[in-house]
């Protein structure tokens, strides 16, 4: 049996670029007094942001008939609340924008400088009758200054990998290529850093093969 593993060859942490990053706390008060104390929000504690936001909706002043003025909409959101999510340098990446029964659903991956943030994303849920019914993110705060010109090469970080996992560099490895990320640990019960690291998969197979 095939087996494929990723593993993250970390580069360069960035813990003495990491600021308090108080922006979304800030902007969600602010928020709350726009819009009234009636809304909540789930806050995720690695990312300092809310995850999701939802109360009594955010009229848009006008009914949305399809996915594509929904989605205009949802872009209009994530500009407007930028700070409230933690946006900062980034961007958000539409991977999903599909209707279920009466509500519009997008979710964004988060992406750096076009690097992929892994496990940063935001969503967006849109009632057809023109009300955000929630939204939030959970959005990997990157600081100013990050670098990501990495200081290793991608075969370099796989033959790091491949030792790390099992001790060998294996002849004839067809896996894709290494890639480039921004890594962090969205689900720290502590705030997480944000890390250059190439993505590494490798190809486990069997020496022999298991007949039973």
Not at 11 to 35: D, N
Not at 87 to 105: H, M
Request: avoid cysteine; proline fraction near 4%; hydrophobic fraction near 40%.
């Amino acid at each position: 049996m095939k087996v494929v593993s990723t593993i993250a060859v970390v580069l360069s942490l960035q813990a003495a670029l990491i600021s308090q990053h108080l922006e979304p706390t800030q902007a969600w008060r602010q928020f709350q007094i726009r819009q009234g104390s009636d809304w909540t929000a789930e806050w995720n504690p690695a990312t300092g942001t809310p995850k999701a936001m939802y109360g009594p909706g955010l009229k848009l002043g006008q009914a949305v008939g399809n996915v594509a003025a929904a989605r205009a909409q949802s872009t209009n959101l994530l500009n407007q609340f930028a700070t409230l999510l933690g946006r900062g340098s980034s961007s958000f990446v539409e991977t999903i924008g599909v209707k279920v029964n009466q509500t519009y659903i997008f979710v964004y991956d988060q992406s750096y400088r076009g690097l992929p943030v892994i496990s940063g994303r935001a969503d967006v849920r849109i009632h057809e009758v023109g009300t955000v019914a929630m939204f939030g993110s959970s959005s990997v705060h990157i600081p100013n200054g990050f670098d990501i010109k990495p200081g290793i090469t991608a075969q370099e970080a796989r033959a790091i990998a491949h030792q790390h996992v099992i001790g060998t560099q294996q002849a004839g490895e067809r896996a894709a290529l290494p890639q480039l990320v921004v890594w962090a640990d969205t689900t720290s019960k502590l705030r997480t850093t944000a890390t250059l690291a190439f993505e590494v998969q490798i190809d486990q197979r069997p020496t022999q093969l298991a007949v039973g």
